[in-house]
């Protein structure tokens, strides 16, 4: 044994160095494959590479030729030689500054064209210059790590925003609606409501005026075609063709080239339920909006349903957490419902912001204030999940206020000294989105990002644990203030 031992030992490191080099020229010869396909004809890429090789070249020689370097030992001699040879026609200095002249020339028309190559292949339509590009590259690589839960509307709305300013987004969407076209699919097929998911992956989708149109496409006829989305249909049959809805998800976000990433916030099958103030129990989201009543409580079905992974790790990395907007107990509350996220957003050492509601939605939110949102979230979570409100401030012009109050919807009226009792820091701003000819109310997308993205940058050194200190810029509360005629006319 003894004396086998150093054989063994020896056997073994020549195996060991035989794999290294092996690896080694396979891993070179990979490379030198991947760096050959610059030179594939039709590219356009290497004429221009061999003028700024030829540019590059004569600015070497005229340099040398102008401070008489000698290139011995190099490949280029003989072209020295005969730059010497012509250089006793011409005066010694003349043929230098000639050489590099021309050399400066050819190399920044080389790589001139080549870049321009370049350009067109990653921007064919020519809308951006490639510096342009680079840079909107760069910028969204480096954004905040931001995590939006919440589902219908309101929540892509928001997407649309923050997809301008970070490239690290996640969309924990609700799985519980059971109306229109994702009801539809829910019950005849067994697959989890696609619909909020569809309207996220549009919003984050870079191409997104056109997709949003086929995704957005509903089927006027056709028999079992009639009512639903083409991308509530695209989401179910990669659903079945990858195994999961995570699944088709991340495969129908590749194809679409999706800025972020949109989660479920759980792969049960959840069926939300709330109790009103008159002890009915109703059952199902969309007959939970369509009952009127106060509720008093919501829950789910399952009562403890498991949450995804991926929806998990990405609040625990996450640099700020937004709740809303959205529906308060259709939209908001079912992924707060999910205790494994409810836990992770409480252990989370960075900013969780919720943005209230604009407007109060008829037989859900009836009558309520910001401070009754606030209070509804903290009794479903039975904890303070988020640290401060974000509010809009601008009031809606009269035709708006007096065109909701006939669908029974009026402001959300800001209450003060309830909020500061709940312990919230309120921030109040413009995201007030009114469209002149319907006079129809919702978020503005862009402000609210911007918005958003401002604070993460100036609380992000906070800690959870300790008083967020927000810039007002030293400006009285009361300039923030929806006018009292509003929220008095919204009471009424």
């Given at each position: 044994m003894l004396i086998n031992t150093p054989k063994s030992f020896l056997y073994s490191l020549s195996n060991q160095i035989k794999q290294i080099l092996f690896s080694s020229s396979d891993a070179l010869a990979q490379q030198v494959r991947s760096w050959s396909k610059w030179l594939t004809p039709g590219i356009s890429i290497k004429r221009w590479l061999a003028v700024n090789v030829v540019g590059i070249l004569l600015i070497s020689l005229g340099l040398s030729n102008l401070w008489q370097l000698i290139l011995l030992n190099y490949p280029i001699t003989s072209i020295a030689q005969v730059l010497l040879e012509i250089d006793r026609l011409f005066n010694n200095s003349l043929v230098g500054i000639i050489a590099v002249v021309v050399g400066l020339y050819l190399a920044c028309w080389g790589q001139a064209r080549s870049i321009s190559s370049?350009?067109?292949?990653?921007?064919?339509?020519?809308?951006?210059?490639?510096?342009?590009?680079?840079?909107?590259?760069?910028?969204?690589?480096?954004?905040?790590?931001?995590?939006?839960?919440?589902?219908?509307?309101?929540?892509?709305?928001?997407?649309?925003?923050?997809?301008?300013?970070?490239?690290?987004?996640?969309?924990?969407?609700?799985?519980?609606?059971?109306?229109?076209?994702?009801?539809?699919?829910?019950?005849?097929?067994g697959v989890l409501p696609p619909g909020d998911i569809r309207n996220c992956i549009t919003a984050l989708?870079?191409?997104?005026?056109?997709?949003?149109?086929?995704?957005?496409?509903?089927?006027?006829?056709?028999?079992?075609?009639?009512?639903?989305?083409?991308?509530?249909?695209?989401?179910?049959?990669?659903?079945?063709?990858?195994?999961?809805?995570?699944?088709?998800?991340?495969?129908?976000?590749?194809?679409?080239?999706?800025?972020?990433?949109?989660?479920?916030?759980?792969?049960?099958?959840?069926?939300?339920?709330?109790?009103?103030?008159?002890?009915?129990?109703?059952?199902g989201e969309s007959k939970i909006a369509a009952t009127k009543g106060k509720i008093d409580k919501i829950g789910c079905l399952p009562a403890n349903p498991k949450a995804l992974p991926a929806a998990l790790k990405a609040i625990e990395s996450a640099d700020c957490i937004v709740l809303g907007p959205g529906s308060l107990y259709t939209s908001i509350i079912p992924n707060l419902l999910v205790p494994e996220i409810r836990q992770a957003i409480s252990k989370a050492k960075v900013p969780c912001i919720y943005v209230?509601?604009?407007?109060?939605?008829?037989?859900?939110?009836?009558?309520?204030?910001?401070?009754?949102?606030?209070?509804?979230?903290?009794?479903?979570?039975?904890?303070?999940?988020?640290?401060?409100?974000?509010?809009?401030?601008?009031a809606p012009s009269d035709a708006a206020v007096a065109q909701y109050d006939r669908e029974n919807s009026h402001v959300v009226a800001l209450d003060l000294e309830r909020i500061k009792a709940t312990g919230r820091q309120v921030i109040l701003a413009d995201i007030l989105d009114e469209n002149p000819q319907t006079h129809h109310i919702r978020h503005h997308s862009p402000k609210v990002a911007q918005e958003l993205n401002s604070l993460v940058s100036q609380m992000n050194s906070n800690k959870r644990n300790q008083p967020l200190k927000l810039n007002l810029n030293n400006r009285d509360i009361s300039n923030y203030l929806i006018p009292q005629s509003v929220v008095s006319t919204a009471g009424e």
């Open positions: 370049i350009t067109k292949a990653l921007n064919p339509e020519g809308h951006q210059k490639l510096v342009d590009i680079l840079l909107c590259h760069h910028r969204l690589n480096r954004g905040h790590k931001i995590v939006a839960l919440g589902g219908g509307t309101g929540l892509s709305s928001l997407l649309r925003g923050l997809k301008h300013h970070s490239r690290n987004l996640t969309a924990v969407v609700t799985v519980a609606d059971d109306g229109g076209s994702s009801g539809r699919l829910r019950e005849e097929l989708a870079k191409e997104e005026s056109l997709l949003t149109q086929l995704f957005q496409y509903r089927f006027s006829a056709g028999g079992g075609l009639e009512g639903h989305s083409f991308g509530n249909l695209f989401l179910t049959a990669m659903s079945e063709v990858t195994g999961n809805l995570e699944t088709a998800i991340a495969a129908s976000s590749k194809i679409l080239a999706v800025q972020g990433q949109v989660l479920p916030a759980t792969l049960s099958n959840v069926d939300l339920w709330a109790k009103l103030d008159g002890g009915q129990i109703v059952r209230c509601n604009i407007m109060t939605q008829p037989g859900e939110t009836d009558g309520y204030s910001v401070a009754d949102h606030i209070e509804a979230i903290d009794r479903a979570c039975g904890e303070k999940l988020f640290d401060a409100v974000l509010v809009n401030k601008t």
